[in-house]
C-alpha cells in the first residue's frame, strides 16, 4: 500500500498567518492600555505566545521575499509592515525587551 508524505508548503499556511498576525498587531494599543490590569499569569502568557507569534511573521516574510504573495496578501503584508513599525516599542515594553 502506497503512503502518503506530508510536504511543508509554507503557501498553504500565509492567508491564516496574515490574518492572525494583523488581528494581533491592531489590537496591540487596545491590549497595552489594559496590560497594568492584567495579572502575572496573563502577562507570562502574553510573553509564552510571543515566539508563536515570531515564527508566524518568519513564514510570511519568506513567502513575501519569495514573491508568493499575491495581490490581497501583498496589501496585508504592507499593512503588517506598518502596523509593526507602529507598535513596536509598546511590545517591546510589554516583553520587556526588543522584539
Not at 506530508?6 to 499556511?13: A, D, G, L, N, V
Request: glycine share 2%.
Amino acid at each position: 500500500m502506497a503512503q502518503v508524505a506530508w510536504r511543508y508548503e509554507p503557501e498553504r499556511f500565509v492567508s491564516r498567518d496574515l490574518d492572525r498576525l494583523l488581528a494581533l498587531w491592531r489590537s496591540i494599543p487596545e491590549q497595552a492600555t489594559e496590560w497594568p490590569e492584567w495579572d502575572d499569569y496573563s502577562r507570562s502568557d502574553f510573553r509564552i505566545e510571543w515566539p508563536i507569534e515570531r515564527e508566524r511573521l518568519c513564514r510570511v516574510r519568506g513567502a513575501a521575499n519569495a514573491d508568493m504573495l499575491d495581490n490581497d496578501q501583498r496589501d496585508k503584508y504592507e499593512e503588517l509592515l506598518r502596523l509593526i513599525e507602529e507598535h513596536r516599542a509598546t511590545v517591546e515594553w510589554m516583553l520587556d525587551g526588543p522584539i
